[in-house]
């Protein structure tokens, strides 16, 4: 199952391992070489079963890998950038590009590819300082990523998000169908990608799935571009110099997840049967707190961490429009979704990891 690697850190760990969030992209946007797409408007395809001893072969446009649940030697790497040494020892690496249409049909081709796990976007932040990469990279990537699924009759996940929610959107809870209307380009782009992925499943048949992911919390990344990524940040400044700059208010309500338990949901809607799925886009939640809450129980471990609050209007005004809480029932009834981390739980995790990394790093 080879699986490819390319800008967004999502999928830190262990199964897709996004989205959570990815630092500054550099991406090359060039002219596009494009194979013919001979998708009918009759085509038809279906989701395949696999057993324990055959596995599918996935296609990862993200960060890591399903290495512990399908076998190291059944991955591929892939990204445009060359890869940090332990990368490139975790198992076969290969080149690809997002807008290169031709590239990914021959890798889909040459490694009998079966899932595709699209994880490559900009995020919130970053894509509105630069709305043409944003654009190319979130938009013109996916319809590649659809063409080529659709033409080989791929199992398709492409991750969602709170970004794909707007002001006039109910926002606390907010369920999986209402009014959306985003307000950035990130969002504008999932919202696009859940329109197009559906249109896809119901002319073509696609096996299209889709999970709409709260604020994801990982421990081996480095924030980089999203809204949320406060909530990763003051971990590693509690530890490392135990003082934190907030760039959101204290009061901003935000649903969060753990890395783990947004992998997991990622393994476990793929691996649903077809026909437990009552939709193509769902809601998935954990928890949900604001920076002040956050701060709080964190000091409970570090009562020395300092917090102050500088905002960042940008980002504050893209919180304000987002969901506060995630009603995700349909999640839970359908493919039996369950979240095992909540606040607790996180911080413990977190500080446990980022305190044993960084007294690594100090001894050596």
Same mark, same amino acid.
């Given at each position: 199952?080879?699986?490819?690697?390319?800008?967004?850190?999502?999928?830190?760990?262990?199964?897709?391992?996004?989205?959570?969030?990815?630092?500054?992209?550099?991406?090359?946007?060039?002219?596009?070489?494009?194979?013919?797409?001979?998708?009918?408007?009759?085509?038809?395809?279906?989701?395949?079963?696999?057993?324990?001893?055959?596995?599918?072969?996935?296609?990862?446009?993200?960060?890591?890998?399903?290495?512990?649940?399908?076998?190291?030697?059944?991955?591929?790497?892939?990204?445009?950038?060359?890869?940090?040494?332990?990368?490139?020892?975790?198992?076969?690496?290969?080149?690809?590009?997002?807008?290169?249409?031709? *590239?990914?049909?021959?890798?889909?081709?040459?490694?009998?590819?079966?899932?595709?796990?699209?994880?490559?976007?900009?995020?919130?932040?970053?894509?509105?300082?630069?709305?043409?990469?944003?654009?190319?990279?979130?938009?013109?990537?996916?319809?590649?990523?659809?063409?080529?699924?659709?033409?080989?009759?791929?199992?398709?996940?492409?991750?969602?998000?709170?970004?794909?929610?707007?002001?006039?959107?109910?926002?606390?809870?907010?369920?999986?169908?209402?009014?959306?209307?985003?307000?950035?380009?990130?969002?504008?782009?999932?919202?696009?990608?859940?329109?197009?992925?559906?249109?896809?499943?119901?002319?073509?048949?696609?096996?299209?799935?889709?999970?709409?992911?709260?604020?994801?919390?990982?421990?081996?990344?480095?924030?980089?571009?999203?809204?949320?990524?406060?909530?990763?940040?003051?971990?590693?400044?509690?530890?490392?110099?135990?003082?934190?700059?907030? *760039?959101?208010?204290?009061?901003?309500?935000?649903?969060?997840?753990?890395?783990?338990?947004?992998?997991?949901?990622?393994?476990?809607?793929?691996?649903?049967?077809?026909?437990?799925?009552?939709?193509?886009?769902? *809601?998935?939640?954990?928890?949900?707190?604001?920076?002040?809450?956050?701060?709080?129980?964190?000091?409970?471990?570090?009562?020395?961490?300092?917090?102050?609050?500088?905002?960042?209007?940008?980002?504050?005004?893209?919180?304000?429009?987002?969901?506060?809480?995630?009603?995700?029932?349909?999640?839970?009834?359908?493919?039996?979704?369950?979240?095992?981390?909540?606040?607790?739980?996180?911080?413990?995790?977190?500080?446990?990891?980022?305190?044993?990394?960084?007294?690594?790093?100090?001894?050596?």
């Amino acid at each position: 199952m080879p699986v490819v690697r390319t800008v967004s850190k999502v999928v830190q760990q262990v199964l897709l391992a996004p989205a959570c969030s990815c630092g500054p992209l550099s991406l090359s946007v060039r002219s596009i070489s494009f194979s013919p797409r001979q998708v009918t408007s009759d085509a038809s395809f279906h989701s395949v079963s696999f057993s324990e001893t055959d596995h599918p072969r996935v296609l990862i446009t993200g960060e890591k890998t399903l290495q512990k649940r399908f076998g190291k030697n059944n991955v591929i790497l892939s990204d445009i950038r060359k890869p940090p040494d332990h990368v490139f020892r975790s198992g076969p690496f290969i080149y690809s590009d997002i807008l290169d249409y031709k *590239n990914l049909r021959e890798i889909v081709v040459n490694n009998r590819i079966t899932w595709l796990v699209h994880y490559s976007a900009l995020l919130s932040a970053v894509g509105e300082a630069n709305v043409t990469l944003a654009r190319n990279v979130n938009i013109t990537g996916l319809h590649n990523i659809l063409d080529i699924s659709a033409e080989h009759g791929l199992r398709l996940f492409v991750p969602s998000t709170i970004g794909a929610f707007g002001p006039t959107s109910p926002r606390n809870p907010t369920p999986d169908l209402c009014i959306q209307r985003p307000r950035t380009i990130y969002g504008v782009s999932k919202v696009h990608a859940e329109l197009m992925g559906e249109y896809y499943h119901h002319r073509n048949g696609l096996d299209f799935r889709c999970l709409r992911y709260p604020g994801i919390i990982s421990a081996d990344s480095q924030p980089g571009g999203g809204t949320t990524d406060y909530a990763v940040q003051i971990f590693h400044d509690a530890v490392k110099t135990g003082k934190f700059v907030c *760039n959101l208010k204290p009061d901003t309500r935000l649903p969060m997840m753990f890395i783990d338990d947004c992998l997991r949901a990622t393994l476990e809607v793929m691996e649903a049967p077809a026909e437990a799925l009552s939709m193509r886009t769902y *809601n998935i939640n954990a928890m949900s707190f604001t920076p002040e809450e956050l701060a709080r129980e964190v000091q409970k471990q570090l009562p020395d961490l300092q917090v102050t609050y500088e905002i960042d209007p940008v980002r504050q005004a893209i919180a304000d429009s987002w969901p506060m809480s995630f009603e995700d029932s349909n999640a839970r009834k359908d493919w039996g979704w369950k979240h095992e981390y909540d606040l607790p739980e996180l911080i413990q995790t977190m500080l446990n990891f980022i305190g044993s990394d960084s007294r690594i790093a100090h001894a050596n």
